[in-house]
């Protein structure tokens, strides 16, 4: 995405921990808020802000998470194939039952896990305190996200929304060039 969108835009791309080029931090640092922490010191080491915070799936939910508590360094969200948690406790449990596994599955490390599970409705919540203008952006094939796209829309100022055709859930690899140009249309 960052070929794509660097001519255009200063961008930053953060790993989180455990995933990309970072290494994983240990058992008991990757909640949701370390990892916030994690990204407000990102934002003041590069001096970028406010920002249009772009993620993808778990990106885009800690950016979203990120315009409630911190309101002041967001003046966008790019959410790609992302969704806003559970407010329904027996959905978020099958949820974090279905990383629990898939964390098992790729021999993740120790306590990785836990930076995508669920404790809260903290973000379906407030989700509506979110002023900034979002684009929505999913693959057509991302049944699961899909319908995340239309809970954006019922709370969130959406400004755009893009259904990538053929491209499931790592959208913004295989539709590359139809994520950057729908961010680029909203934000540009």
Request: aromatic share 4%; glycine share 12%; hydrophobic share 40%.
């Amino acid at each position: 995405m960052i070929d794509e969108l660097e001519t255009d835009f200063r961008c930053i791309a953060v790993d989180l921990p455990g995933h990309g080029r970072s290494p994983g931090n240990g058992a008991g640092t990757y909640g949701r808020d370390l990892v916030l922490g994690d990204l407000r010191a990102v934002m003041d080491e590069t001096e970028c802000g406010p920002v249009v915070m772009v993620g993808h799936s778990l990106g885009g939910y800690l950016s979203l998470a990120m315009a409630i508590e911190d309101p002041h360094r967001v003046t966008g969200l790019g959410l790609v194939g992302a969704g806003p948690g559970f407010r329904n406790p027996d959905s978020r449990e099958q949820w974090n039952d279905s990383v629990r596994t898939l964390a098992a599955e790729r021999d993740l490390p120790e306590g990785m896990e836990v930076i995508s599970m669920h404790v809260d409705a903290m973000v379906m919540d407030r989700m509506s305190e979110i002023q900034v203008p979002a684009t929505v952006i999913v693959g057509e094939r991302d049944k699961r996200f899909m319908a995340s796209a239309d809970v954006f829309e019922k709370y969130l100022n959406v400004s755009g929304r893009t259904v990538v055709p053929d491209a499931g859930h790592m959208v913004h690899v295989k539709g590359a060039p139809g994520v950057a140009a729908a961010l680029r249309a909203s934000f540009g």
